[in-house]
């Protein structure tokens, strides 16, 4: 892939991309000891940003910078997405001393989680499913629901309270 400022379309950068092994595995690089994130989802956001590039219409004036920016974004979405999901599961935790039949793998934690979420309001679920699903900003799912910015945070901390009290119940 050449340096500089060579003039290309998102389509011309992309094969450049998939031709250029070495810039290629400098990119997987990034990911395996920057993001720390496995080989195999490294190449997925690889091939993430190629699909990006060739959707690219308009001319890319330094085509290796903006390569590895889309990367590196591609990168960050991936972290932000683990992150929103190890927090979700640190807030629905187990109770201390599991009652007999209380949930023991993850197919029945995702089972019990459909239907805890089944027992909340429809406002709860919606609010819940923007923000952590979605992966929408607490400002960004506020719009969408037509709240207050001030006090979206506090609708969310209750909307996860009561999923907790009702998860603590719940068997599969």
């Known amino acids: 892939m050449e340096e500089g400022p060579v003039r290309r379309n998102g389509r011309e950068v992309a094969e450049a991309l998939v031709a250029d092994a070495e810039f290629r595995e400098?990119?997987?690089k990034v990911a395996l000891e920057k993001f720390r994130l496995d080989s195999e989802t490294a190449l997925d956001l690889l091939q993430e940003t190629a699909v990006i590039l060739i959707g690219?219409?308009?001319e890319i004036h330094h085509p290796r910078g903006f390569a590895y920016q889309v990367f590196y974004s591609r990168c960050c979405r991936c972290m932000e997405g683990q992150i929103r999901n190890r927090k979700l599961l640190a807030e629905v935790p187990l109770p201390p001393s599991a009652p007999p039949?209380?949930?023991a793998d993850g197919a029945a934690m995702g089972a019990a989680l459909k239907q805890a979420l089944a027992r909340i309001s429809p406002k709860c679920r919606q609010l819940l499913r923007s923000h952590y699903w979605e992966g929408r900003t607490l400002n960004e799912t506020a719009e969408r629901m037509s709240t207050g910015k001030g006090s979206i945070s506090t609708l969310v901390s209750r909307c996860l309270s009561r999923?907790?009290?009702i998860l603590v119940w719940v068997k599969p």
């Open 26 to 28: 400098r990119l997987v």
């Open 56 to 58: 690219i219409q308009q």
């Open 101 to 103: 039949g209380a949930i």
């Open 163 to 165: 999923l907790r009290r």
